[in-house]
């Protein structure tokens, strides 16, 4: 069955740190990956989106990456400030050719920046 | 610009009773729409999807339904609710093939 696996234990780290935070995916060949953060009691915001043909992608402070050969999402945030502390998720299409772009998410990791 | 509204922002409603919740977009037209769910502190499941007036798909089963009745809005219904249904309900609208943007969220309680 298709799954995707976010670290569900809370990432810790110091300001000014670079945070990393994995999204592992299976039985998905997606077109292409997303990352939102989320803040208690908010919708998702979106962040970056990333192409199968994309190895790296930038926004600012914000990096993924995109293996397809490892099925696998590495999203960095460096420099990381306490505003950072939220819950990131990462979401594939599920469906790649049929048409339908609904969404699976991930369940998130929650990462808190200790200033 | 483009804006997203859900309401009620809190319901408490009790086992068995009804529910509808609404979605409107401004400012763009024939939106893909969604209507997602949120369990505490679990990541989001997706119920139904839209792609235009009167099209719903729907992706799990359960006691709840969705309606379009017009291009920009997206109505999530049940005629008896669950216990199971609390949760966060999030609206979502997507321009193309691309990120999805979502409302301020409906925080539901089943008592």
């Known amino acids: 069955s298709q799954k995707i696996e976010q670290n569900s234990e809370a990432l810790n780290i110091q300001e000014g740190k670079t945070a990393t935070l994995t999204c592992n995916y299976t039985n998905y060949s997606p077109a292409y990956l997303q990352w939102y953060r989320q803040d208690p009691g908010r919708g998702p915001v979106f962040l970056l989106l990333?192409?199968?043909?994309?190895k790296e992608k930038r926004k600012e402070r914000l990096k993924v990456t995109f293996d397809t050969t490892l099925k696998q999402s590495l999203f960095h945030i460096t420099a990381s400030q306490p505003a950072d502390s939220a819950t990131y998720l990462c979401?594939?299409?599920?469906?790649?050719?049929?048409?339908?772009?609904?969404?699976?998410f991930g369940s998130g990791t929650r990462l808190q920046v200790q200033p | 610009s483009q804006t997203i509204h859900q309401w009620p922002a809190t319901l408490v409603q009790p086992v068995g009773s009804p529910l509808s919740l609404e979605c409107t977009v401004e400012?763009?037209?024939?939106?893909?729409l969604y209507w997602y769910r949120q369990a505490a502190g679990r990541g989001l499941q997706l119920l139904f999807y839209?792609?235009?007036?009167?099209?719903i798909s729907s992706e799990v089963p359960q006691n709840l339904s969705a309606s379009r009745p017009q291009d920009r809005q997206f109505i999530l219904s049940s005629k008896k609710l669950l216990l199971s249904d609390s949760g966060f309900y999030l609206c979502a609208w997507e321009p193309g093939p691309r990120e999805q943007y979502f409302g301020p969220g409906t925080r539901l309680t089943v008592t």
């Open positions: 990333i192409r199968e043909n994309e």
């Open positions: 400012g763009t037209s024939n939106p893909n």
């Open positions: 979401a594939l299409v599920k469906e790649r050719d049929t048409g339908r772009r609904a969404l699976t």
């Open positions: 839209s792609v235009g007036i009167g099209q």
